[in-house]
């Protein structure tokens, strides 16, 4: 037996065991963050009015996955980049929903005790010839719902409707999970991953 065969089922065994260990992190990752993340909801909107639903899944689009350049601090714009993160505080307002109140491509050094900071990556950016207009496309994890076989078709007619909002838990670090949906008032959480 020559040294390589020697080493090949125990570096097999090793590396089944990394994978298997890192599967198992992302998944205790997001089951604790769904169990401690402080709860918002947020109001959803059709992304693709023609077809919402592609396989048994819904795509999801919310108010903050897109900020024109007035509701990023003045001289900031261009500290953003594609694909790198952004920071989106939204404060409860008195109709029970949320408005944005800061954006910046770092964590806000102080945050207000009501206040929510969503961790997104900059998807696209549009930038208008005048300077003073542009538009921010974010993503925050959280725009993909995946729904029992057969039910696509109903939420989809909901969501059309502005009937449906989505439940999401938010960790300390910024990062967002989908928890469930508000269909026409009730509450729909998907069951606990572990």
Do not use: C
């Amino acid at each position: 037996m020559n040294s390589a065969s020697r080493y090949f089922w125990p570096l097999l065994i090793f590396v089944a065991f990394v994978q298997t260990a890192a599967l198992f992190k992302i998944v205790y990752d997001k089951d604790r963050l769904l169990k401690s993340g402080r709860e918002i909801t947020l109001p959803v909107k059709p992304v693709d009015p023609r077809d919402i639903f592609r396989g048994d899944y819904v795509t999801l689009g919310y108010d903050i996955s897109s900020l024109n350049a007035s509701q990023v601090p003045a001289g900031s714009f261009d500290k953003f980049a594609v694909g790198a993160p952004a920071y989106v505080t939204v404060a409860p307002n008195p109709a029970g929903g949320w408005d944005v109140t800061s954006v910046s491509p770092e964590f806000p050094k102080s945050v207000s005790p009501s206040d929510v900071v969503l961790k997104a990556r900059v998807d696209r950016m549009w930038r208008g010839q005048s300077g003073s207009d542009g538009v921010l496309s974010l993503r925050y994890g959280i725009e993909t719902y995946f729904v029992p076989e057969g039910t696509g078709r109903v939420l989809e007619s909901k969501v059309r409707e502005h009937k449906i909002d989505a439940i999401l838990a938010v960790g300390a670090d910024g990062s967002a999970a989908l928890k469930g949906l508000v269909v026409d008032g009730e509450r729909h959480v998907d069951p606990p991953l572990l």
